[in-house]
């Protein structure tokens, strides 16, 4: 009997050993775990409503995590009832809007809203997902008499203040008849751009939106945050005095102009002759718009255009400018520039800071 009591007495103080033992590796292993969280870079995961779920709070990165997720889920659920909300009253708002401003009631087609997204957890593990947060704001897209067009408003009550592209075709009509007037010269080619744009993706903005009437006057007050691109033959004499007066008369100190004047064939001959000669235009490093052109590159032949080119003029900010493009050439590397910020988009190329190119390309001179 005394000797079965001593085993039992041996067998709870190794059976309290090991509980010791075991409690002391499980402390620890918590104690590593806080320690290993603590120093994790992801310690601020920002949710919804300013709180924050602090990972130094947790005794295990998955249930951090898991809340997160939790948080993300109920976020974004409240917000696509929230972006439904806006699609709706968007299209009653849009309706009201198309129907005061042009007198008919347009049926949309497509509705996307407008929304920002912020991320949720840090990155690669301890990512989580995106918040979306809608702004209001919502584009309907509607057709009329076998075109497309868009409206830009707010899903949010009381405010049927939008912009739509509905007049664009009439207003470059309007915009090209009246240059053509003023001064006497056709038109070659033109792009224009009115008003506000709309990125609706990474892969499609929506261009030319514009909230004002356009009754066929008033062409200064439809051109402001608007870019003209103009496109203009032998022809045309851009010392004219005719451009102060429409400068004076038609632009705002909000729209930018770009008029291109073309050379006649004769002149268009002798400048590529002097050019094969080796008489290469010189280039100077306080003109603002470079390109760096390589031929295999572009498909296409950006020295001819340039050279087919006599001058240009800029109306920004109501000053007038005339001037013309340079070439350089070094290396077989050709270089364009155009002394202004803007160059039209007729000019295909790509937009560089030539002394890194001319750097990377090893080109010294």
């Avoid at 001593?6 to 104690?31: Q, Y």
């Avoid at 690669?124 to 868009?150: A, E, I």
């Avoid at 200064?220 to 010392?239: A, P, Q, T, V």
């Amino acid at each position: 009997m005394k000797k079965s009591k001593k085993i039992l007495i041996i067998f709870i103080i190794f059976a309290l050993v090991l509980m010791l033992i075991a409690t002391f590796f499980i402390i620890k292993n918590r104690l590593l775990i806080k320690n290993e969280i603590n120093e994790f870079s992801y310690v601020g995961a920002f949710i919804p409503g300013g709180q924050s779920r602090n990972l130094s709070e947790y005794d295990s990165f998955s249930e951090w995590k898991k809340d997160l997720k939790k948080d993300m889920d109920e976020h974004n659920s409240k917000a696509e009832e929230e972006k439904n909300i806006y699609l709706k009253k968007a299209e009653e708002n849009a309706k009201e809007y198309i129907k005061n401003k042009y007198g008919f009631e347009p049926t949309f087609t497509d509705k996307k809203a407008e929304y920002s997204t912020s991320m949720v957890g840090g990155t690669d593990d301890g990512f989580v997902g995106w918040n979306y947060n809608y702004s209001g704001n919502v584009l309907l897209k509607f057709q009329k008499d076998g075109n497309d067009y868009y409206v830009l408003i707010s899903g949010k009550d009381g405010n049927t203040l939008g912009y739509d592209n509905y007049q664009y075709d009439i207003i470059t009509k309007a915009v090209c008849n009246m240059f053509d007037k003023e001064l006497g010269v056709n038109i070659l080619g033109y792009e224009i751009k009115l008003g506000k744009s709309y990125k609706l993706s990474d892969k499609e903005t929506i261009y030319n939106l514009i909230d004002s009437y356009f009754d066929g006057n008033e062409l200064k007050e439809i051109l402001k945050n608007s870019k003209i691109f103009l496109e203009y033959d032998d022809k045309i004499d851009l010392r004219d005095a005719k451009w102060e007066e429409l400068n004076n008369k038609y632009i705002s100190n909000t729209t930018e102009v770009f008029v291109i004047r073309y050379k006649s064939d004769e002149e268009y001959s002798i400048a590529k002759k002097n050019y094969d000669s080796n008489s290469k235009y010189s280039y100077y490093s306080n003109h603002k718009h470079q390109f760096v052109y390589d031929k295999e590159f572009y498909g296409y032949d950006l020295i001819e255009k340039t050279l087919n080119i006599d001058s240009y003029l800029t109306i920004i900010n109501n000053i007038l400018n005339i001037s013309k493009p340079q070439i350089g050439e070094c290396e077989g590397i050709y270089i364009v520039q155009w002394n202004v910020d803007n160059a039209p988009s007729i000019i295909k190329s790509e937009t560089v800071d030539v002394s890194k190119a001319r750097k990377s390309l090893g080109i010294l001179c």
